[in-house]
């Protein structure tokens, strides 16, 4: 099953700076729980300033996330580009722009990936040893590192890998610069990651509220919910994954998942729903009232075509009986498409577009915890939130699917009193770049095992990490070459 909340009720923090790492992926990781760490991880330089990074990076491109006002959540504005130096220059006075983790766009890297597979002519050789060939492709795998995060890597400031987690494989680096004042906070919306996070906290201080994986079908997902996996990875309609991330084409890159049969997968579903919603009598309850909640909501169109899927038809006089009682789960989930795609213009407000891991609850619901609500019956059922903050000099630990919305505070008298006692930095760079909050996080490929020197029940996602970091290492190594020779 999937796992749920701390059985505590809260979110650990972790004191102990020296605690090895085989020791922290037991109690963190492999349980999939969340925890605050009192420290930040070696792989952050203590030099690197806001002051260094606009030296390294001030002149190069960035892509900052721009919203209409702030009223509007982060994570659904608009792209745009501009220098870091401009960026730093308005931040102060425009708080409606946000760095954020920004590679799409940034091109591609060529890895060579080996996957081994029987010859077509002969499947097993007289010895009775298989007959394996060996086929190299080039895969193109999304730069890692965007501006100024890239800058900071090549001048040292940053390493690619953690200490704390040094078997997980990275998906990208990223930092996020925003700022806020008189108290203000932006907020992120109500949303969860695919990938294993830790979040490095530099300058400000955060607030999270979070919601365990187990919580997402009363959540209300912007995409339609297929599964969570285990490790709390999470499915939707067209966009399914292995429990590590992988799709089909990884699939067949290494050959080692066999796709289930029809009749396997079936099961598979079945045993998913049994573990993630038992047979509690007021669960189903509640997912019939959704269903009859948004089914009011629906055109003239969209009714018939919900009918006509549940093969519902009318009498001779017109009339349509239909017992919302007894509708099974299974045909409430086969008609989701049909909600999405004919809802009443009055209502799409409730139901804009987001991204498929985003929450379409109202903020008002959000800002209350799991209620009573007649237009999302199931939010009750949530189990949380756990609401925590994070201060600047320490980091979080998350675990993919765990649901967060993320409030961010700009830099007050403490928490710059705090930075400057854990970072070493000058009084003089904490006024400089006031009521600014600034982070750095590591996406890992979530583990699907519980193994801290083997993570990954599949090798794809490390071998293309160790491909990747060699080619940027590489490429970190040339520039250095470059700058001493001309130093020199």
Request: proline share 5%.
């Amino acid at each position: 099953p999937v796992l749920k909340m701390a059985a505590a009720g809260r979110v650990v923090c972790v004191e102990n700076e020296h605690l090895h790492q085989e020791e922290f992926f037991k109690r963190y990781v492999a349980t999939r729980q969340p925890c605050v760490l009192n420290w930040v991880d070696q792989a952050c330089s203590p030099s690197l300033t806001l002051s260094r990074l606009l030296s390294l990076a001030g002149k190069n491109q960035v892509v900052v996330e721009t919203r209409e006002n702030q009223e509007v959540n982060f994570g659904r504005g608009i792209a745009k580009s501009m220098t870091f130096e401009e960026f730093l220059e308005q931040l102060p006075n425009d708080r409606n722009l946000y760095l954020t983790a920004a590679t799409a766009g940034l091109g591609t890297i060529d890895i060579a990936t080996a996957s081994k597979k029987h010859a077509d002519d002969v499947a097993v050789n007289k010895d009775g040893t298989e007959n394996i060939k060996v086929q190299t492709e080039i895969v193109q795998v999304p730069q890692v590192l965007a501006s100024p995060t890239k800058e900071a890597y090549i001048s040292g400031d940053i390493k690619l890998q953690p200490q704390l987690l040094p078997t997980l494989a990275p998906s990208s680096v990223n930092m996020w610069i925003g700022a806020t004042g008189g108290g203000e906070c932006t907020s992120s919306g109500l949303h969860h990651d695919y990938h294993d996070n830790l979040y490095l906290l530099l300058r400000g201080r955060k607030r999270f509220r979070l919601y365990p994986p187990s919580s997402t079908a009363y959540l209300y997902p912007a995409g339609e919910l297929l599964k969570v996996h285990k490790n709390g990875r999470i499915n939707y309609a067209g966009a399914e994954t292995a429990a590590d991330g992988r799709v089909e084409d990884h699939h067949r890159n290494y050959d080692t998942m066999q796709k289930p049969s029809q009749e396997e997968s079936s099961q598979r579903e079945d045993n998913s729903e049994n573990n993630n919603n038992g047979d509690d009598d007021s669960f189903l309850i509640a997912l019939r009232e959704d269903f009859v909640s948004r089914f009011h909501m629906l055109t003239e169109t969209g009714v018939g075509l919900v009918l006509e899927a549940l093969g519902v038809s009318a009498t001779e006089t017109g009339e349509v009986t239909l017992d919302f009682g007894t509708i099974p789960v299974s045909d409430i989930k086969r008609v989701e498409p049909i909600f999405r795609e004919h809802i009443q213009e009055e209502y799409a407000s409730t139901l804009v577009k987001k991204p498929l891991n985003h929450s379409i609850l109202p903020t008002e619901l959000v800002n209350k915890g799991p209620c009573e609500s007649d237009n999302f019956p199931l939010y009750k059922y949530a189990e949380g939130p756990l609401e925590i903050e994070v201060h600047a000099g320490q980091m979080l630990y998350l675990p993919c699917g765990w649901w967060h919305e993320v409030l961010s505070y700009g830099e007050s008298t403490e928490d710059g009193e705090n930075l400057l006692k854990k970072r070493k930095m000058s009084g003089r760079e904490n006024k400089k770049h006031k009521n600014i909050h600034w982070a750095i996080n590591y996406w890992f490929h979530p583990p699907d095992t519980q193994d801290y020197k083997q993570p990954y029940s599949n090798p794809f996602f490390p071998g293309i990490w160790t491909q990747v970091s060699q080619v940027l290492e590489e490429e970190r190594l040339a520039k250095e070459i470059t700058t001493n020779t001309k130093v020199d």
